[in-house]
């Protein structure tokens, strides 16, 4: 019985395609079908090694001799996204440490097909295998990025995988003692065959420690290395969004939440006329090493073949100088949802750029 509970599909997972189906592993025996959410019968084949392959769409369910198997799924794009605050930021409702935001009434609601897998380890109702294929719910980050991906390229599915840590440099991602490595691997594995992986604006907290360009550069491509091999797919198209600017930080009564609460622009507004709130100017060595940093991860691109992951100068960043506003969090959705199709569209024409034939 573990066994056959282990082969049955994750409710609400979508699976990779891998080239014009994707690869569903099944227990031996019985006669399997595929149906969508309506009862009728999807065209699938038995592969070799037992598994069905199935075209994408969704929602769909399995049937073993007639009979439900295992949860509903559906077969799309699955994109890993790693990075810090800014990245960790995309996958929920509220949380200002990480810049979070809830979507507003304003904001496109997710695809009716699509999903988010999340590390739970900790927390209540979490699997034993420390992840769990979850609805997009209310975060902003993830409804924009999820109904852009859908826009671009409608009818196929699409998931995100939470491979972020907040408040991570480079090392801190690729250490094997720190939890930030532990779940970026851990989400990975659950979600192979990934489709494609995004290092989203890093660099925010390497460019505060000052870290050396070099290690920088050596550490992009050994993360990039990581997720890939974790992912299923050691040649998977690999995006970089750069660190965006860091700015000028205002805090309202010494507190900077609440000066992002009121929309306090830094420098600007009553509270500032009044001696409430005080501007912080940008240290000039942190701006400089800031730039270090961002020129460190052209030349990780260049030596590594990574893929524009969007254009992250214009983002609009909060009153702590750092985490984007809800704006910005739509600008860089959407300019990351730009460059995923991009990358998703030249691997399906047989080459991705920068990474030679797939």
């Known amino acids: 019985m573990p066994a056959l509970v282990a082969a049955q599909p994750a409710p609400n997972r979508i699976h990779a395609l891998e080239g014009a189906t994707a690869r ?7 006669r399997w079908a595929v149906r969508d959410e309506a009862g009728r019968a999807v065209a699938m084949t038995a592969a070799p090694d037992g598994a069905l392959r199935v075209p994408a769409g969704g929602w769909y369910r399995l049937t073993r001799d007639g009979a439900p198997f295992g949860g509903r799924f559906a077969v799309g794009h699955v994109v890993l996204v790693t ?14 440490r990480v810049g979070a935001h809830p979507a507003g009434p304003g904001d496109p609601p997710a695809p009716a097909v699509s999903a988010v897998l999340e590390s739970c380890l900790g927390r209540a109702g979490c699997p034993a295998e420390g992840t769990r294929w979850v609805a997009p719910g209310e975060a902003l980050g993830a409804r924009i990025l999820l109904a852009e991906l859908a826009r671009l390229r409608p009818g196929i599915p699409f998931a995100l ?18 939890p930030a490595r532990g779940q970026l691997e851990l989400v990975a594995r659950a979600a192979a065959p990934a489709s494609a992986l995004l290092v989203l604006a890093h660099g925010t907290t390497d460019a505060l420690r000052g870290t050396p360009a070099a290690d920088y550069v050596a550490g992009v ?10 992912g299923g797919d050691p040649a ?14 205002a805090g309202l009564l010494g507190s900077g939440r609440l000066a992002d609460r009121l929309g306090l622009a830094s420098g600007e507004g009553w509270a500032f006329r009044l001696g409430l709130a005080q501007r912080r100017p940008l240290d000039p060595a942190v701006a400089a090493h800031a730039a270090v940093i961002r020129a460190a991860q052209g030349a990780a691109a260049r030596r590594f073949g990574l893929l524009p992951g969007g254009a992250m100068g214009d983002i609009e960043t909060a009153a702590d100088g750092i985490h984007w506003t809800a704006e ?3 600008q860089a959705a959407r300019q990351a949802a730009a460059a995923i199709v991009l990358a998703l569209e030249a691997g399906a024409g047989g080459e991705a750029p920068g990474l030679g034939p797939r």
């Open 161 to 178: 995988a939470d491979a972020a840590w907040g408040g991570a440099g480079i090392a801190d991602l690729l250490d094997p003692a720190r």
């Open 24 to 30: 569903i592993p099944l227990p031996a025996g019985g």
């Open 221 to 230: 491509g050994t993360l990039v290395a990581l997720l890939r091999e974790a």
């Open 236 to 249: 998977m198209p690999a995006l970089q969004a750069p660190l965006p600017p860091l700015r000028d930080a």
């Open 83 to 96: 990075g810090q605050s800014q990245a960790a930021g995309l996958f929920y409702g509220t949380w200002p």
């Open 328 to 330: 910005g969090v739509r």
